[in-house]
T-cell receptor
């Protein structure tokens, strides 16, 4: 069964600190993996998209890694800011490409405290 | 460039009623998909439309339906509302399906439905 699991479910860190969020998947055949940031009450916004051949991708202070062999991804946030408080959702696409083949994780809720 | 627009943003209904939600995609995007988001289940795929045709449907009962118009705008309808239908309904658009590796979904702000 295609699944995406994220850990931890929630995380509290102090402003300025770094953190790493994890995503493990069992989706096959794999097409790509995306990380989205969702502020409370808003729609998700894309942070990164990685294909099988990419193992690192950065977007400002956000760096995503992908290990296609172990089917794991991580999202590293550097020098966190209060505005980083949000849910981070990992989404894996099975080959075939239509939105019906997107498998969503349940997200990690990050709270950044001053 | 305007983003994905969803209306209404908030609505309250009672059990047994029906509701229609609207989504206007980014100009030039012909693919629209719908998702239900609840605290317990996270995001779940409802259906996807391209050029007025439903291409994929998620595992939801027949009370959930949708359509897409010739201008790519889409609507979804939920009939005979149940308490469990309370959720954030998100619409996303993309250029064309199937999305190539690297293709991107652009989400709207969602419609928050509360069923009493």
């Amino acid at each position: 069964k295609n699944q995406v699991e994220q850990s931890p479910q929630s995380l509290i860190i102090l402003e300025g600190k770094n953190c790493t969020l994890q995503c493990n998947y069992t989706v096959s055949p794999f097409s790509n993996l995306r990380w989205y940031k969702q502020d409370t009450g808003r729609g998700p916004v894309s942070l990164t998209i990685m294909t099988f051949s990419e193992n690192t991708k950065s977007n400002g202070r956000y760096t995503a890694t992908l290990d296609a062999d172990t089917k794991q991804s991580s999202l590293h946030i550097t020098a966190s800011q209060l505005s980083d408080s949000a849910s981070y959702i990992c989404v894996v696409s099975a080959r075939g490409g239509s939105q019906g083949n997107l498998i969503f994780g349940k997200g990690t809720k990050l709270s950044v405290k001053p | 460039k305007a983003g994905v627009t969803q209306t209404p943003r908030y609505l309250i209904k009672t059990r047994g009623q029906q509701v229609t939600l609207s989504c206007s995609p980014i100009s030039g995007h012909r693919s629209v998909s719908w998702y239900q988001q609840t605290p317990g289940q996270g995001l779940q795929f409802l259906f996807e439309y391209f050029s007025e045709t439903q291409r994929n449907k998620g595992n939801f009962p027949g009370r959930f339906s949708g359509r897409q118009f010739s201008n790519s705008r889409s609507e979804m309808n939920v009939s005979t509302l149940e308490l469990g239908d309370s959720a954030l309904y998100l619409c996303a658009s993309s250029l064309v399906p199937p999305m190539p590796p690297g293709g991107e979904l652009f989400f709207g702000e969602g419609s928050r439905l509360t069923v009493l």
